[in-house]
């Protein structure tokens, strides 16, 4: 799940629309599909309800260099299915 | 080559150094004949084709987009594989200086010349995906994360899917 706020961010990011949407996608692919594991691993203090995820990528359709967009989850709600996005930071 | 064969690229590339190192290891100070010379070369050459081909695997991922820590792994593994790769075309080359002066040896020494500079360039091109993507995470702004979770719970938000989607239908970036 996404709040309007970081949709903003995101559609407002100074890179190519197609490097917007594949942060998108990496929303709705990669996030939603991670494991318990990597879940545990990344999280920023032991038995936090949040996990942090770091996507790494060349906007090969605009400025050509490497990003990456760090992103905080909160998983409280996974045995639900639900993962909400409350943090997003773009480098 | 098909994705089960790309995912077996790091394999292929320690087995194949593996190859050269012991080949290397049983000539032993001995100067290498030529059948033993032309082996080498052959195998240099193909294990240039293995980390070319780990390199166009790694570079497709960053098209699609790449979760960090996996990646991150992925050039750890390839930088080190080609610094052994870098130290053994060395030796071999050390070996081939010490043989007499022909065409052939010129031309062997050239190729390995270019071998090793591709494989130099690939390094850095690693190297730098190391450090740009390597590099810490800003701190997290816990008041803009309790303000997500208030948005969260008051149901102002959409699936990640309807959010996709609005941005290929409303061309909204």
Sequence with gaps: ?91 | MAPDTLDLLPDMLSGSTEIIQRSLLSAAGQPLGPRASKFLLRHFRYTLSIIRGLWRKSRRALLAGAEATAFLQECGLAIGSIESYLYLLHKFEGTIQAQPQTAGRRQRLAELDAMAAEATRIRAAYQRWTSSFGRPMRDIDWQAVADADAAHARGEHRTATDFEAAQATEGNV
């Design chain 1, 1 to 91: 799940m996404v709040v309007p706020r970081d949709e903003a961010y995101i559609n407002n990011l100074p890179l190519s629309t197609l490097a917007k949407r594949l942060i998108t996608k990496f929303i709705s692919g990669a996030v939603g599909g991670v494991s318990d594991e990597f879940r545990e691993h990344n999280r920023p203090k032991p038995g936090s309800p949040y996990f942090q995820m770091r996507l790494a990528f060349r906007d090969w359709w605009g400025d050509k260099q490497p990003h990456t967009v760090d992103f905080v989850v909160n998983d409280a709600r996974v045995a639900m299915g639900v993962l909400e996005i409350v943090w997003v930071d773009y480098q």
